[in-house]
């Protein structure tokens, strides 16, 4: 993570800033968020019904995948935020996509680009970042969001 003065951060908008580390979707993790949400759709958390699928395997609910974005961006070493920083809160999305279902046993990684950094009032600063969570050995990532994260400083 790259600390900048808070004057510095228009030279980082538009680029990309990095990817993080991989990360495995297993079957503990899918089922303990099943159990957080209540959502315990087949698909999610029965093998052997979710082999009869198009997937042929159980697969992480969407939502699991988008609450893992603040887990992964701590390891995108490019990541900036602005000097005094006190705390970052998550402010939503602009656009959320889901565009491939994450299988169990799949690894998952985010990349991100500083798409906007605004200064909404003296110390707060909304970033927009284009976030990307790819999986590994395919073509298609799981999804594409603008997230908006607020960081006090």
Partial sequence: MKVVEPNQLSEYVGK?????EWFLIDQARINAF????????????NPEQAKMTPFGSTIA????TVSLLPYLQTSIDGLVVPKGLKMGMNYG??????MAPVKVGKRIRARATLMEATERKPGQWLFKLE????????????LIAEWLVMYFV
Wanted: aromatic content about 10%.
């Fill in 16 to 20: 990309a800033l990095g990817e993080s």
């Fill in 61 to 64: 609910h969407g939502y699991l």
């Fill in 34 to 45: 099943a159990d957080a949400t209540l959502d315990h759709q087949f698909i999610h958390v």
């Fill in 131 to 142: 976030c990307t969570v790819d999986i590994e050995g395919e073509d298609k990532p799981a």
């Fill in 93 to 98: 999305f602009d656009k959320l996509r889901f």
